[in-house]
């Protein structure tokens, strides 16, 4: 019998342990690899507990399917070319991108440490999620954290009517006194296409401005949304640009139209993606508690601008994840009807218990 509407709209909430250890479980019992699975598991979770769910725990059911279709490898064998004091050339041996980047970021924290600074390549990765994940963890260090990965091509060009770029995200995390760090996590597109797809399991309009349908022109309907306008029209476009440059052209990695889709092309095929990661110590400069000081006063000064509007407050990036990591480590994830189904039938096709709170 099929779903009502309301079941359909049902909210399940999840604990963020509970779902940690049920992916961590299902990945153990598909032999992958413990170190990379506790990666996975993690990056999945801590992005659901941020508050951005299009590239959260709901994506581990594609994960699952792409691991066993060949395209993810489960047990890689990581090759690492330290190609100065400072740089690096990882080989991720076609691993979860999770487990890619958090190698990468812990090979950019050992260099740095030595020589001020680290920049980190990636090649032969997969989707890596969030790219937070990687730039906090090397904020947790005393260090200014910058991740960045390319994308299939969904990005409309600037004055094209197909796209090019894929949302090539830049991300920045800065160490700061006194809470968690400041962290930009942006798309060079003014959104996911993942987010495209969860309005379109709701069915919802995209934000206006957001979205193309296949021929170029501007929609708001999610089921006709095929590409992603860029941020600031060129200066997006631009920015994909640079993103593309580091994470394809600087890794060998195919960039642009010939990156294989996550979603589009067989999901046994190979995806062959780029990522850039950068480590610099702040003592290097600066005392680092004046520094994380200096930070916090910053912050602190922007919340306290005056509103536009009383009722909304002036806010940094990552207040808003702040807030989500806040409430959903006590209250639970929580999780689509669609997505809870998801998981259930890998519980039983794995016997690994999962339950909601």
């Excluded at 395209?71 to 090759?79: D, E, L, T």
């Excluded at 409309?156 to 009517?161: A, E, Q, R, V, Y």
């Excluded at 890794?251 to 993606?273: A, C, T, W």
């Excluded at 702040?282 to 602190?300: A, E, G, H, L, S």
Aim: hydrophobic share 40%; charged share 25%; glycine share 8%.
């Amino acid at each position: 019998m099929e779903a009502s509407v309301e079941d359909k709209k049902k909210i399940i909430l999840v604990h963020y342990t509970e779902i940690e250890n049920f992916i961590l479980q299902v990945l153990l019992k598909n032999g992958v690899d413990e170190s990379v699975a506790k990666h996975v598991a993690q990056g999945l979770v801590q992005a659901s507990l941020r508050g951005v769910d299009s590239h959260g725990i709901r994506l581990f059911p594609h994960y699952v399917r792409a691991m066993k279709a060949g395209r993810i490898n489960s047990k890689p064998n990581f090759q690492f070319d330290q190609t100065s004091p400072s740089t690096g050339i990882l080989d991720a041996d076609d691993t979860f991108g999770h487990a890619a980047g958090m190698e990468a970021v812990s090979k950019a924290i050992e260099l740095a440490k030595s020589a001020g600074s680290a920049n980190i390549s990636v090649k032969k990765s997969t989707h890596f999620g969030a790219a937070a994940f990687y730039a906090l963890e090397i904020a947790k260090h005393d260090m200014i954290g910058m991740s960045f990965t390319h994308a299939d091509s969904l990005m409309l060009s600037s004055n094209g009517n197909r796209p090019y770029f894929g949302t090539n995200p830049i991300c920045i995390a800065v160490p700061c006194e006194g809470e968690e760090p400041f962290c930009l996590d942006m798309a060079t597109t003014t959104i996911s296409f993942n987010a495209v797809l969860q309005h379109r399991e709701d069915k919802k309009d995209v934000p206006v401005g957001t979205c193309a349908d296949s021929e170029g022109n501007p929609t708001i309907d999610s089921a006709k949304a095929s590409f992603l306008q860029p941020i600031g029209q060129y200066k997006g476009f631009g920015l994909g640009m640079m993103v593309e440059i580091l994470c394809g052209v600087l890794s060998g990695m195919p960039f642009g139209r010939d990156i294989v889709s996550m979603y589009k092309h067989p999901i046994e095929q190979k995806r062959n993606l780029g990522h850039f990661f950068s480590a610099m110590r702040i003592d290097c400069f600066q005392d680092v508690k004046y520094f994380k000081k200096r930070m916090r006063i910053m912050m602190d000064e922007i919340r306290n601008e005056p509103r536009k509007n009383s009722d909304i407050p002036v806010m940094v990036p990552n207040d808003p994840e702040k807030k989500a990591l806040a409430r959903r480590s006590k209250e639970g994830i929580p999780v689509k009807a669609a997505d809870w189904e998801a998981f259930l039938k890998l519980s039983q096709q794995y016997k690994v218990e999962l339950k909601g709170i």
